[in-house]
């Protein structure tokens, strides 16, 4: 079964601070998608990124970054120079290659404070 | 411009009623999705579709029920809800062979009285 955790219940920072949002999946798929989605305090689920699991470049997006290790099956997120507009839930999910068992991480609530 | 529609955003429905919730996509994506959420959790997968093919989630109650008359619409049936079911319905589609990235309507809040 697939499995997505992220051990950071909630975190806040510091308006400008840095934060990294970890992630850790699990999945006997030997090709898989991961994503990070957003979801303000509005309710509807933001898109953010795809990684799929051949490609571990770490990628970079104007402020936001993400550091993708096959190795340690982890898929973390880092926003630089955080503003208050972060202030989010923040998931991460992973999918099999088809987009089957598209599942979740149990959320990290982003508090950035002015 | 919205491309995953969900009907209506809020609803209210009594104790045991059935209720219906429907889902609309101009993507043509193979694969739609229905996940429960509630407060301050996160979206939890019910069951999803890969084009007819049905696949439902081992912990799915069986008061749960979907059915997808064709790549466009899909819909969530709820036989008897209870006050336990009260949540945010999201429904979601992705593309065959992309991993989908996932495209999520803005939900249906159900409320059960």
């Known amino acids: 079964a697939q499995k997505v955790t992220q051990a950071q219940t909630e975190i806040s920072v510091v308006e400008k601070e840095d934060v990294t949002l970890d992630c850790v999946y699990e999945?006997?798929?030997?090709?898989?998608?991961l994503f990070w989605y957003k979801q303000p305090p509005s309710g509807e689920l933001v898109f953010l990124i795809r990684?799929?699991?051949?490609?571990?470049q770490n990628e970079i997006s104007g402020r936001y970054s993400w550091n993708f290790q096959k190795s340690t099956s982890s898929f973390n997120f880092t926003i630089t120079a955080s503003q208050v507009v972060d202030s989010a839930v923040y998931f991460c999910a992973l999918s099999g290659f088809y987009g089957q068992n598209f599942v979740f991480g149990p959320g990290t609530r982003l508090s950035v404070l002015p | 411009d919205a491309m995953v529609i969900q009907n209506p955003r809020y609803q209210v429905t009594q104790f045991g009623k059935p209720v219906t919730l429907s889902c609309s996509q101009t993507?043509?994506?193979?694969?739609m999705y229905w996940y429960q959420q509630k407060s301050s959790q996160a979206p939890k997968l019910l069951f999803h579709y890969y084009d007819k093919d049905f696949n439902n989630e081992a912990d799915t109650p069986d008061n749960f029920q979907s059915r997808r008359p064709n790549t466009s619409f899909c819909f969530l049936d709820i036989r008897s809800p209870g006050l336990g079911d009260a949540a945010m319905y999201l429904c979601?589609?992705?593309?065959?062979?992309?991993?989908?990235?996932?495209?999520f309507g803005q939900g249906t809040r159900l409320t059960v009285v």
């Open positions: 993507l043509n994506h193979n694969v």
């Open positions: 999945t006997r798929d030997t090709t898989y998608y």
């Open positions: 979601a589609t992705s593309r065959e062979g992309k991993g989908g990235e996932a495209f």
């Open positions: 990684r799929n699991s051949f490609d571990e």
